[in-house]
């Protein structure tokens, strides 16, 4: 349920609402904005009396929420949350970043290489995969803790804040200095997971699963965003569908039907979505262009000995064309 409050509604008559709200079990969260506070109510409300509540001098109106995911819907907060992902850079609400980086991190050279070459390109943030969830379990696996050391010492020589995969909330000790934690397509429904990155306040990139609905996927924005975690970044890469020519089907039309549901950013990878690297630029393009609030690309020095993911990968020459071509696309974006 959600309360709009009355512009500049009297101080002490709204802590008392508030307060009467919290004596009956409700979780209050506040959202106040330019032009308007929202009260937003999670628990039960169907014991509420709304009439009782319409009432009050303070309130303008109250209107109950249908749909499961409160903390990351749009009714609850209208305007965009704007997530800081380090380095001073910033996603969402018109901020738009690109993630570059290899799928696999695989040694100091070529990851410090790809970020000084992702960097010149224009690219926010590093990606690299350090803890990888493969489908075979005879494929690379990843370097583990020693692929996050490598990353952070990429980041100290470049300033790129990092972003890597998590798989086990057991390994969380090694990401304390990991700007944005990523919850790959394999765990969007890993729900203890889910609740253990509610409990840190940084930002979480949290992928669509492989067969999910977006209000699936938002209902895993909402496990984390429970614990207190407010700082949740979306990320579209695909899903699966009867189509065999690409690796899955990208579902461009989510971002759109995203921003219309939640306040949450989301960014789009083109990579995972289509798995040919010749693929990437025009799906980068359209993602710009529907109102994706960043990208994120894998790139790699040497595509064709990639130890993953080589077929999708960009080598930075192609990555630093397609920069050009969203960075030329992005201001006829439809936002
Ligand atoms: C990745 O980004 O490295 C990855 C494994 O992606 P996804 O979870 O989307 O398959
Ligand atoms: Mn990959």
Redesign the pocket.
Known sequence: MIILLKNHADEQQVNNLQAWLKSMGFDIHMSVGASQTIMGLIGDTSRVDIEVIKSLEIVETVQRIQEPYKNANRKFHAEDSVIDVGGGKKIGGGHFEIMAGP??VESEEQIVMIAKEVKKSGAGLL?G?AF??RTSPYAFQGLHEEGINLLLEAKRQTGLPIVT?IMDAHHLKYFDDVDVI???????QNFELLKELGQLRKPILL??G?ANTIQEWLMSAEYIMAGGNEQVIL?E??IRTYETATR?TLDLSAVPVIHKLTHLPVIV?P???TGIASLVKPMAVAAAACGADGL?I?VHNDPPHAR??GAQSLTPEAFDDVVKAVNAVRPFACR
């Open positions: 799928c696999s990606r995969g990888k969830p995969e990523q919850v790959g397509a394999r765990n969007m992928k669509r492989l990320c890469r695909g899955n990878d990579s995972h979505a994120m894998e993953s993911d």
